[in-house]
């Protein structure tokens, strides 16, 4: 069964810091891999995507990694601001053995505050 | 709007009241997902739609949660005798390819709901 998990679970950083959030999973068979922001009591707005035969995926100040085969993910953020100040969630989408349909599977999420 | 747009945004239900969330897709998108989201935890899924036909619903907790999407393009999340432990966030995400080829998926400002 595919877990992910990311680490830390929450993150507090002095504005202009340049940061990496962590993501890893426990099954590397994988269509495409998913980082998301959720700001408090909102939706999720989705940042990058990922496919499984790509190493990276970059936009603006973002840029996120993929490293299949060890299950692992990084989101680099930066020269961070406080407007960056929210809940970063990774998912992925399982490969075709793993059952899915299409659905992601989330992990619990890291939370970042930046301090002006 | 452009975006998926969730009905209503909150909702308190009395335990063992029946409550009915809505979802409008973007326009053309074949993929539609449910997920349940509980506080300081990420999305989890509950059924999945391609068009009209609900091809997965492995992640509905009971009999309780039944989802329809008649005409492939709006969807309804309906809970029956709701109890406490249903409270969380409903999110509803689209996505315009289907089949294997899934991509990415957008996903609506959730309905937060709270079973007194």
């Known amino acids: 069964k595919q877990e992910v998990t990311q680490i830390p679970a929450a993150l507090s950083v002095p504005e202009g810091e340049n940061l990496v959030l962590n993501c890893s999973f426990t099954?590397?068979?994988?269509?495409?891999l998913q980082w998301f922001r959720q700001d408090p009591g909102k939706g999720l707005t989705s940042l990058l995507l990922i496919q499984s035969s790509q190493r990276e995926q970059t936009s603006g100040r973002l840029n996120a990694s993929l490293d299949k085969s060890s299950g692992r993910s990084t989101l680099y953020i930066a020269a961070s601001q406080p407007g960056d100040s929210a809940t970063y969630l990774c998912a992925v989408r399982p490969g075709i053995y793993g059952g899915s349909q299409g659905n992601l599977i989330f992990g619990k999420g890291t939370k970042l505050s930046v301090k002006p | 709007g452009a975006g998926v747009s969730q009905s209503p945004r909150y909702k308190v239900a009395k335990r063992g009241q029946d409550v009915a969330l809505r979802c409008d897709p973007i326009?053309?998108?074949?993929?539609l997902f449910w997920y349940q989201q509980a506080l300081g935890q990420g999305p989890e899924f509950l059924t999945y739609?391609?068009?009209?036909?609900?091809?997965?619903k492995s992640g509905l907790p009971s009999d309780r949660f039944f989802a329809e999407r008649p005409e492939g393009s709006v969807s309804t999340l309906k809970i029956q005798r709701t109890q406490q432990e249903d409270s969380a966030v409903y999110l509803c995400?689209?996505?315009?390819?289907?089949?294997?080829?899934?991509?990415?998926?957008?996903f609506g400002p959730g309905t937060r709901l709270t079973v007194l």
């Open positions: 739609f391609q068009n009209e036909a609900q091809l997965d």
């Open positions: 995400a689209s996505s315009l390819a289907s089949g294997g080829a899934l991509g990415e998926q957008f």
């Open positions: 099954d590397s068979a994988i269509y495409n």
């Open positions: 326009s053309g998108h074949v993929s």
